[in-house]
């Protein structure tokens, strides 16, 4: 069974800081790999997905993510973060078969940022 | 993007009576959609699975006579809690998708449910 783990369940930071969430999966063959946010009170939004090519994959609102095949690991990154980055993020993993798959996702981090 | 609602927003029912939950895509034509559960500060669990026009394929663990999944059109689809209980209230989230979104999944608002 696939699974993922968000090692970071709140984080708090201030603004001008750079952002690392750490995301590890668990799955038998290859993958397409997802972050998501959640503003309050909003649906969920894809901030950016992997599916083959350069691991390294940039998202909306400068955020960017690296897959590395040997950790299983898929981190999100931001080098500075804002206010309006307050939010609750979430990774997420599929069988990358082609076809319609639902997701399993982290637990999610709660990210605060002060001003 | 794609835009996916859900109605209601929030729903309060006694226990016993059964609640619908609709999903509708609303700018293009979803051949699948998903529904999935998501507790207080826990992570969205994949409830199932539906194609249009054939059944619901539910993961292992969820009540399929419970939850009643119906996708008649490629547009909408509906999540009915049968006979909701307390432990049934949670926070329900549909997701549509099509090979035009290249099985992208757009996601709706949530659907809060309170069973008193």
């Known amino acids: 069974a696939q699974s993922v783990s968000q090692h970071n369940h709140h984080v708090i930071l201030s603004e001008a800081a750079s952002l690392e969430l750490g995301c590890n999966y668990s799955y038998g063959g290859t993958v397409n790999l997802f972050w998501y946010v959640q503003y309050p009170g909003q649906h969920l939004q894809l901030l950016l997905k992997?599916?083959?090519?350069?691991?390294l994959v940039k998202g909306i609102k400068g955020f960017e993510a690296e897959f590395i095949k040997s950790k299983f690991s898929f981190n999100l990154r931001k080098p500075s973060v804002q206010w309006s980055d307050t939010a609750e993020y979430f990774c997420?993993?599929?069988?990358?078969?082609?076809?319609?798959?639902?997701?399993?996702f982290g637990k999610g981090t709660h990210l605060i940022i002060q001003p | 993007g794609a835009v996916v609602s859900q109605h209601p927003s929030r729903v309060i029912c006694k226990s016993g009576t059964s609640v619908k939950i609709e999903c509708r895509s609303l700018d293009f034509q979803a051949t699948t959609m998903f529904w999935y559960r998501q507790f207080p500060k826990q992570s969205l669990m994949l409830m199932a699975t539906s194609n249009e026009g054939s059944k619901a394929t539910y993961e292992q663990g969820v009540e399929k006579d419970k939850f009643l999944i119906n996708h008649a059109s490629l547009t909408l689809s509906t999540l009915t809690v049968t006979s909701a209980h307390p432990e049934d209230s949670s926070f329900y989230i549909c997701?549509?998708?099509?090979?035009?979104?290249?099985?992208?999944?757009?996601f709706g608002p949530g659907t809060r449910l309170t069973v008193l």
């Open positions: 997701s549509a998708s099509s090979l035009d979104t290249y099985n992208e999944q757009f």
């Open positions: 997420a993993v599929k069988g990358s078969g082609g076809g319609a798959d639902g997701l399993t």
């Open positions: 992997y599916f083959s090519g350069d691991p």
